[in-house]
């Protein structure tokens, strides 16, 4: 097992989890099965993350788009989600962890829901690493969703467009009050967001890595934080200067 000195250890981090139908087929399995495995690696991931004192972790569970997939897909997706919660709510709330859902509520079917909200009532007192859950969640939908909000206090008076600040916006949105990723993964190789965090990723490290979701462990997860610790991140600033000694 990979040790890691917790320096520089990013307060959020949020995973684009991808590659388990990828991993399924490279073995010659149904792409259910790596679903199944990468509910593991999911496992894997919040413990590591919170034994390495991250305070957030987001993982893009199911996104708005995915409502297009194979009915049987979306199926066991749904049914896995329920089994996840159903099975390791205790665990994790036994674990100090808190659990925040984002993504579009809206004609969610009966039996997710309450589920959800479940899990966030649960665990809304605990004081651990908050485990964020990416479900029914597209960026652009949530920046949609946040403007029509404002547009109606701005329609009833209750809001002038001059008040429409940054700060107002991010109120706005699904993520209000969970500080903005200092680092956003992907998993399998591909190189781009997926409509996934895009007002909050504004100044996020992106970090693309080879290993299917399946394949993600604690050892990978430390060596994408190793990756991170060497990197200087300068919101837009120029580098500091180093003075030369005498100067």
Known sequence: MQDFAPTNVPAHVAIIMDGNGRWANARGLPRTMGHRKGVEAVRGAVKTAAELGIRYLTLFAFSSENWSRP???????????????????????????????????????????????????????NTGITLVIAFNYGARDELVRAMRRLGEEVAAGRLRPDDITV?????????????????????????????????????????????????????TFIAALEKYASRERRFGGLRQPTLAVGS
């Open 71 to 125: 009915e049987d897909e979306v199926s066991d997706l749904m049914g896995l989600l329920k089994a996840f919660i159903r099975r390791d709510l205790a665990d994790l709330h036994r674990e100090n962890v808190r659990i925040r859902v984002i993504g579009d509520r809206a004609n969610l079917s009966g039996d997710i829901l309450p589920l959800l909200i479940e899990a966030e009532e649960t665990t809304i007192a």
């Open 167 to 219: 700060e107002r916006v991010a109120a706005a949105l699904d993520t209000a009050g969970i500080p903005d990723p200092d680092l956003i993964l992907r998993t399998s190789g591909e190189e781009r967001l997926s409509n996934f965090l895009l007002w909050q990723g504004a100044y996020s490290e992106l970090l693309f890595v080879p290993e299917l979701w399946p394949d993600f462990t604690r050892d």
